[in-house]
């Protein structure tokens, strides 16, 4: 039954005509053909026939004639049936040919119509629809990429800063030869003969003016690789224009984070300006606050508005110069041509009694007017020309006239700062920066701006993960197996230093005992941290550098800055909390064109975090992975064992 309705429906079957349909046409033409001619053309009840459906397969299964059926088996009975006013068949069809042409015309036109509109559209996408306005679709931004980012709120005159090829060669040619523009005198190129190259101190806007107060120089910020030489690129100028000063006064300020480094820049000083007459002294505290006035000042009692000073170079921490700027008379800043912050960065972290705000305070003049009202100070040519307004005549035009001080601003760093805030602070002047790079056609500024730091080209970087406790293991491993002597060990902090150390001596005493070595071959381990008084501290960097000790073990204290040239292992035993920690940690090794190896311990629940910090600054994948197996391990771990015991001992005690 299914299957005869289906085909019922279908438009195929319908145009196949089967047998009962067949029959039904057949009576039908008969019954025309039978009809009185009169009738023809009459309406009659026979053309109902044609709007009676036609029968269906169903009924063409022979049961029954299909005239009897086909009406009762579709049709309610006629006279339920409300009588449909028929009309004429001709006419309806011409009705329907007009209505059906009628229509057609429309549709057709209604075609026309949306071609045109479509057409319209086509030709004016942006044209607005009538009716609804369509909105874009739903989709997210473009997200600025990290390079865009780290751009972005960046002071103007780092994006334009100029980039040095660090290996750019600026050779200091024999007497009397053009010197290619580092502006070197004579006796400054024999000074540092030898010397590799001068690029940062030939590309620094330095005039030799001691006073251009009428056309003061641009402030200098330098970010170089650790190792390259950034100390020279200050002291050369600064040496070379304070020498042809006349009268001594303090002109040159330069200051560091700690008192080592403080030590270190002086012996250069001393190195470069030999024969100058140029007066050097320091400021650190390691010696009493009046002893270092009386080097400082060479006047405390009389009030004079120069200042008083006995030297050409201060070299100092930030916390003794605030003492001296607040409790040394006439000890001033006024005069100063250069002010040099060094290692920046770490100096700028630094909010110890707002140091750089009272620094730079004291080089501008006052904006109150002559202490002296009436009566003419005595020195009073020593006041600097910027300060012209401490005198009672300081309305005479011409003296008036040069109000800028001349001090000139020089910051280096290995890793300088790009906070816009920390640099507004330091009130730069027309600042110039450059950026001493590898490859000059790198990234440029933009590394310095995602704090992707360069290394020394010669430096070659390990890293070796483990489990916390085979640490100090792994440590003698190096030593003994790998032979890294020559070294800073880099830990968190001054009791693990110790602690690393006593074990260390344990362990090598055993060793040395058990394979019948002499005390003489000893691998000599010291400390060195702030545990230590300033004097013993000074005194264990000074072996270190003789090469009496092999391995110091210290905390950060020495992480920057510091230049020994022998050292050519940097490890670090506990690993840096930064970038720019390991940066300058790492850098003490490979300096200045020596070669040097780092290695950094990793416990295994920091190896994450290690490895994204060096991935941060893309630099993962310059650090060699280093496996060490028991194998490896073997042959120290008996002694490693009777050393640990003995410390456990040591500390019970
Ligand atoms: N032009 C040069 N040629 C050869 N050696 C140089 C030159 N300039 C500096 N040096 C040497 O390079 C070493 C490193 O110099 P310096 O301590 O100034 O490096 P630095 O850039 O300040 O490093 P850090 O960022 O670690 O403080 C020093 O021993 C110095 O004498």
Not at 24 to 46: C, E, F, H, M
Not at 119 to 142: E, I, M
């Amino acid at each position: 039954m299914v299957v005869v309705v289906a085909a019922a429906t279908s438009p195929e079957k319908n145009k196949v005509k089967t047998k009962a349909k067949q029959r039904y046409l057949k009576r039908k033409k008969q019954r025309r053909k039978n009809k009185p001619k009169a009738a023809t053309g009459a309406v009659s009840d026979s053309d109902d026939e044609e709007d009676v459906e036609i029968p269906s397969d169903a009924h063409a299964d022979g049961e029954g004639t299909a005239e009897d059926e086909l009406p009762a088996a579709k049709d309610p009975p006629v006279e339920d049936k409300p009588r449909k006013e028929k009309r004429p068949k001709k006419r309806q069809k011409v009705e329907e040919t007009e209505d059906a042409d009628a229509e057609m015309q429309e549709l057709e036109a209604q075609d026309v119509a949306q071609d045109t509109v479509m057409r319209d559209a086509a030709a004016d996408a942006s044209a607005p629809l009538p009716t609804l306005p369509s909105f874009p679709l739903p989709a997210l931004p473009d997200a600025p990429s990290k390079s865009v980012l780290a751009l972005q709120g960046l002071d103007r005159a780092l994006v334009g800063a100029e980039i040095v090829d660090a290996n750019g060669l600026l050779p200091i040619p024999p007497d009397g030869e053009d010197d290619g523009g580092t502006g070197l005198s004579e006796k400054n190129s024999e000074a540092t003969a030898g010397a590799r190259h001068c690029g940062t101190f030939r590309r620094n806007p330095l005039r030799r003016s001691l006073y251009p107060t009428f056309d003061p120089p641009r402030d200098v910020c330098v970010s170089a690789p650790t190792g390259s030489g950034k100390t020279l690129a200050y002291v050369l100028p600064i040496v070379e224009i304070l020498s042809t000063r006349i009268v001594t006064r303090l002109r040159a300020l330069v200051v560091l984070p700690t008192r080592d480094l403080v030590t270190q820049v002086r012996e250069t000083f001393e190195a470069v300006g030999r024969g100058r007459g140029l007066k050097i002294g320091t400021a650190t505290g390691q010696h009493s606050f009046s002893h270092e006035q009386s080097q400082l000042v060479a006047d405390k009692t009389t009030h004079l508005a120069g200042g008083s000073s006995r030297i050409d170079i201060l070299i100092c921490t930030p916390g003794r110069l605030i003492d001296h700027l607040n409790g040394t008379p006439n000890f001033s800043l006024q005069h100063l041509r250069f002010l040099v912050i060094d290692e920046a960065d770490r100096l700028l972290a630094q909010s110890f009694q707002e140091w750089l705000v009272q620094v730079l305070t004291a080089t501008r003049p006052p904006s109150h007017d002559s202490p002296f009202p009436g009566s003419l100070p005595q020195y009073h040519d020593a006041v600097a020309p910027a300060f012209r307004n401490l005198l009672p005549y300081a309305d005479i035009p011409s003296i008036t006239d040069c109000k800028e001080p001349s001090c000139q601003k020089l910051l280096f760093s290995a890793t300088l700062t790009r906070d816009p805030g920390k640099l507004a602070a330091l009130e730069l002047r027309d600042p110039k920066y450059f950026v001493v790079q590898g490859n000059s056609d790198g990234p440029g500024v933009l590394d310095v701006a995602m704090d992707k730091f360069t290394m020394p080209a010669t430096l070659t970087e390990h890293m070796l993960v483990c489990e916390s406790s085979l640490k100090p293991l792994i440590f003698f491993y190096l030593v003994y197996q790998r032979n890294v002597t020559n070294a800073l060990v880099f830990t968190k902090s001054a009791e693990s230093t110790a602690r690393l150390v006593r074990l260390f001596d344990f362990f090598d005493t055993a060793k040395r005992m058990a394979t019948g070595a002499s005390e003489t071959s000893a691998i000599v381990v010291r400390a060195y941290s702030s545990d230590l008084g300033a004097g013993e501290r000074k005194s264990i960097l000074d072996k270190f550098k003789a090469q009496e000790i092999q391995i110091l073990v210290c905390s950060d204290l020495i992480s920057r800055g510091i230049d020994i040239s022998h050292v050519s292992h940097v490890v670090s035993y506990d690993v840096p909390v930064d970038m720019r920690k390991y940066v300058h940690r790492v850098g003490r090794t490979a300096r200045a064109g020596r070669n040097g190896d780092a290695w950094t311990l990793v416990e295994e629940q920091e190896a994450r975090y290690f490895k994204a910090m060096l991935k941060q600054a893309e630099h993962l994948e310059k650090v060699k992975r280093l496996k060490v197996g028991e194998k490896d391990l073997a042959p120290l771990t008996v002694h490693y064992e009777g050393a640990l015991n003995q410390l456990k001992e040591s500390y019970a005690r």
